[in-house]
């Protein structure tokens, strides 16, 4: 094809309109995906909290347990020096002292390992207490950036709106077949940022590839749907 006047500058400006469009629509389909990331990560949050809960109420009712068995020993052990002021028999009497001394020893045991639990439960507590805040502060990010996201969607939605006829506006100063090219290119491999690239050097300003004389020519000059071989791009210099 011939030179077209103006094709490039024409050209630019409407990869420049798409530029746009494709980073207001990008931000737009990639707002579900980063709500529910945020969500999840919440989640996280809110999962250790309540884990750290169940620890701290894990080792309170421990420490319930190991007091209430203190006080059933305790009243055994008085009962047993109760019977000792009836009995009157010396060996009775000796194995009676020797089983409250048991139960003392038991008792002694279990206040060692409730005071053990207490200090696992202030332990506890702290993780809990640190899980605690950083759940408030997860709250209120995500509360913050969900607010932030709808705002941004719904300012891009009314940019879309308004580029899209920037856009239609521009494409009408473009030949067809130019346009129709252009189009095919930067729809192609699932969307591409650009489809009309200068020249680095003597490379494709896409695939980075060495172009051929010829191209380089037709691209100095500016020849309209001067392409690279390789990767199909329009190029100029």
């Not at 591409?192 to 050097?201: V, W, Y």
């Not at 791009?233 to 210099?237: A, D, R």
């Given at each position: 094809?011939e030179?077209i006047?103006?094709?490039?500058e024409?050209?630019?400006?409407?990869?420049?309109?798409d530029s746009?469009?494709?980073?207001?629509?990008?931000?737009?389909t990639?707002?579900p995906?980063?709500?529910?990331?945020?969500?999840?990560?919440?989640?996280?949050?809110?999962?250790?909290?309540v884990?750290?809960?169940?620890?701290v109420?894990?080792?309170e009712?421990?420490?319930?347990?190991?007091?209430?068995?203190v006080?059933?020993?305790?009243?055994?052990?008085?009962k047993?020096?109760?019977?000792?002021?009836?009995?009157?028999?010396?060996?009775t009497?000796?194995?009676?002292?020797?089983?409250?001394?048991?139960?003392?020893?038991?008792?002694?045991?279990?206040?060692?390992?409730?005071?053990?639990?207490m200090?696992?439960?202030d332990?506890?507590?702290?993780?809990f207490?640190?899980?605690?805040?950083?759940?408030?502060?997860?709250?209120?990010?995500v509360?913050?950036?969900m607010g932030?996201?709808?705002?941004?969607?719904?300012?891009?939605?009314?940019?879309v709106?308004?580029?899209?006829?920037?856009?239609?506006?521009?494409?009408?100063k473009?030949?067809?077949?130019?346009?129709?090219r252009?189009?095919?290119?930067?729809?192609?491999?699932?969307g591409?940022?650009?489809?009309?690239?200068?020249?680095?050097?003597d490379?494709?300003?896409?695939?980075?590839?060495k172009?051929?004389?010829?191209?380089?020519?037709?691209?100095?000059?500016r020849?309209?749907l001067?392409?690279?071989a390789?990767?199909g791009?329009?190029?100029?210099?």
């Open positions: 094809m030179q006047q103006d094709w490039l024409d050209l630019l400006e409407l990869q420049a309109i746009r469009l494709d980073r207001m629509n990008e931000q737009i990639s707002a995906k980063q709500k529910k990331e945020a969500q999840d990560n919440l989640d996280t949050q809110q999962a250790a909290a884990a750290a809960k169940e620890e109420r894990k080792i009712l421990k420490i319930k347990d190991l007091a209430a068995d006080e059933k020993i305790e009243a055994q052990r008085l047993v020096l109760d019977q000792t002021n009836s009995v009157k028999d010396n060996s009497y000796k194995a009676l002292l020797a089983e409250a001394d048991s139960l003392q020893k038991q008792i002694g045991a279990k206040e060692e390992d409730e005071l053990i639990l200090e696992e439960l332990g506890v507590k702290s993780i207490k640190e899980k605690q805040a950083l759940l408030q502060e997860a709250v209120s990010r509360e913050q950036m932030d996201l709808d705002v941004r969607v719904e300012n891009c939605k009314k940019q709106g308004i580029f899209a006829e920037k856009r239609e506006e521009q494409a009408t473009i030949d067809s077949e130019i346009l129709n252009y189009t095919r290119i930067k729809a192609s491999n699932g591409r940022k650009a489809a009309l690239l200068e020249l680095n050097g490379k494709c300003g896409f695939c980075h590839l172009l051929t004389a010829q191209e380089i020519n037709q691209a100095q000059k020849v309209a001067t392409a690279c390789n990767c791009s329009l190029i100029y210099k």
